[in-house]
């Protein structure tokens, strides 16, 4: 923009920053810190911060904040050109406990042990699929304003590899990969991933979608789940924990990322599989990612209808968000033979109409919403320019749209139980595409 | 004499055989070394960006402030300008919020300071 500029940034950011503004070609940016967070302090605290020294330079801030923006250039602060960052083939030989260290001290694991990627389980891997060892096959960041990275077929199997997954899993793990979705979003609020494998291939390459799907009970599911972050950390330089990182308590579910596969064959007559839903023929074979911060149990009672309870469980998922059931196969027959649901979508639309939250609640009690909805609001973006002109007494609904609720059909059917959770549909991508 | 030709090759035979078993029991002690793949992605190369050039002196400019739009930074640049306001009267100090959430870009405000403005200080991330 040509306008000299001093970026202040609270102090947990420091390395985030400094990272960044090399990536971004100034390596000398002059940053002035004040002690973080911002969020929740008085005035008065503010002002203490300004009169304060800065707390990574020791200099005043007040100082550091003008000679940024008069202090003359160095010639390197003037330099243009381009720095070349060749990604390595392979790594120096060595023995196998040595590289088993190396990896984890370079943070290309998830901190378990690894299947170290020779290069006969690589080529094994790229057994699996039909498409080219060298082709590009997308490019990821781990959030926007992060650069993008891009991978072949054989560094994407590289990682499958090293999560230990088969050749047979391989062709999940590309199109996952294509997707150019992270499991490890940089914010602060230490978003969880979601995968869900749709079609002939669930059954296939044996995932689990009945008893215990959730759980380390399937070789497919846990290792497809895994390979996404290990994709993430290698192919995308995600989770690098103070730089593209910055999850405050982190999100366990990060080491699977909630892998399964839809039980299609335990849908009721009428409901549709979630890629069918999505626009693919059922003889097709995807992969759903989806993003959210986790689930909970709701203890609903057995004695009533399921259905109208919902608003009442979904209560704690914020406006912000958007909703996705993990429902029993128990469950879904319920609502189909009892309580008269033909279809997810007769569902999605009775949830959208049913939940609601108060204006005077939806302004004043969530973080999201003031951050990130009511600005849009300002701009005009309906409908919320117009819910923020509201009584605070009305009711308007709690997931915007139909779109922002999921429907997904998981279990082996042995209790009433199932879970709700904040998650929110991202892309699919095909899996017969990658074979 | 053929008795001694022979003991010298049986000798030299034994040589042979010891040196030879003696290699490989160093290299059954020697870990074994192997090679495995790099597992990164390709990195985009830095194009390196020129910083704005600098201003000289703060008398008679306008120098704006804008709050990206997380919770309390308004708060805190309110406080930034009332201090420099004191401390540098010879200065405009211009404070803007940026219009959406951090994500949203404001090509009007980014014009505004280049036309009006000499300077910007830009804050803050939570």
């Not at chain 2, 070394?33 to 008398?59: C, E, F, H, W």
Request: glycine fraction near 6%.
């Amino acid at each position: 923009m040509g306008v000299p500029t001093a970026p202040i940034v609270t102090l947990k950011f420091e390395n985030l920053v400094k990272t960044y503004a090399y990536k971004k070609g100034m390596p000398n940016k002059r940053f002035t810190f004040v002690p973080h967070p911002i969020a929740g302090t008085t005035a008065e605290k503010c002002r203490e911060y300004l009169l304060a020294n800065d707390p990574v330079t020791g200099k005043p801030v007040l100082k550091e904040i003008i000679d940024a923006i008069t202090m003359p250039l160095s010639k390197e602060d003037s330099e243009t050109g381009s720095i070349e960052r060749p990604s390595e083939r392979l790594v120096a030989p060595d023995t196998e406990e040595n590289l088993h260290q190396l990896f984890l001290e370079n943070g290309w694991t998830d901190g378990l042990p690894i299947v170290l990627p020779t290069e006969a389980r690589v080529k094994e891997m790229l057994q699996g699929t039909s498409r080219d060892p060298n082709e590009i096959v997308g490019k990821m960041q781990p959030s926007s304003p992060h650069e993008l990275w891009s991978y072949t077929v054989e560094k994407v199997a590289v990682n499958a590899v090293m999560a230990g997954a088969r050749p047979e899993h391989f062709p999940v793990i590309l199109a996952l990969a294509s997707t150019g979705m992270t499991s490890l979003s940089t914010s602060t609020t230490s978003f969880a991933a979601m995968v869900v494998v749709n079609g002939p291939i669930r059954n296939e390459i044996k995932m689990n979608s009945g008893i215990g799907a959730l759980g380390p009970f399937n070789q497919a599911n846990a290792v497809i789940g895994r390979a996404w972050t290990l994709l993430s950390i290698n192919l995308s330089a995600s989770g690098k924990v103070g730089e593209t990182y910055m999850g405050s308590q982190g999100n366990n579910l990060n080491y699977n990322n909630v892998c399964f596969a839809e039980n299609e064959e335990e849908l009721p007559e009428g409901w549709k599989p979630f890629h069918v839903q999505q626009g693919f023929k059922p003889e097709e074979s995807t992969v759903s990612t989806f993003i959210g911060w986790g689930f909970t149990h709701p203890d609903q009672s057995m004695e009533k209808a399921f259905v109208p309870q919902i608003p009442f469980w979904l209560k704690f998922v914020s406006p912000f968000s958007s909703t996705t059931l993990l429902l029993d196969p128990n469950i879904t027959h319920q609502l189909k033979n009892s309580e008269g649901f033909n279809s997810k979508e007769q569902l999605i639309e009775w949830i959208q109409k049913n939940c609601k939250v108060k204006v005077g609640d939806w302004l004043d009690e969530y973080y999201a919403v003031q951050n990130f909805v009511l600005p849009m609001g300002r701009m005009g973006q309906e409908p919320i320019a117009k819910w923020m002109k509201l009584p605070r007494d009305e009711y308007i609904p709690q997931f915007s749209s139909n779109s922002k609720i999921t429907i997904l059909s998981v279990g082996g059917g042995t209790n009433l139980f199932w879970q709700a959770g904040d998650f929110s549909y991202n892309s699919s991508a095909s899996i017969d595409e990658w074979r | 004499m053929n008795r001694h030709i022979s003991n010298i090759i049986l000798r030299i035979l034994y040589g042979m055989f010891m040196v030879l078993a003696l290699t490989n029991v160093s290299r059954a002690v020697e870990p074994d070394k192997i090679t495995v793949y790099n597992p990164l992605g390709q990195p985009p190369a830095i194009q390196k960006v020129p910083m704005a050039p600098r201003i000289m002196s703060l008398d008679g400019k306008t120098v704006y402030l804008v709050d990206i739009g997380f919770s309390a930074t308004h708060q805190l640049l309110t406080e930034l300008q009332d201090i420099l306001k004191e401390k540098y009267p010879k200065t405009k100090w211009e404070l803007r919020t940026k219009i959406g959430t951090y994500f949203n870009d404001d090509p009007e405000l980014w014009k505004e300071i280049k036309e009006k403005g000499h300077a910007m200080i830009m804050a803050v991330g939570h």
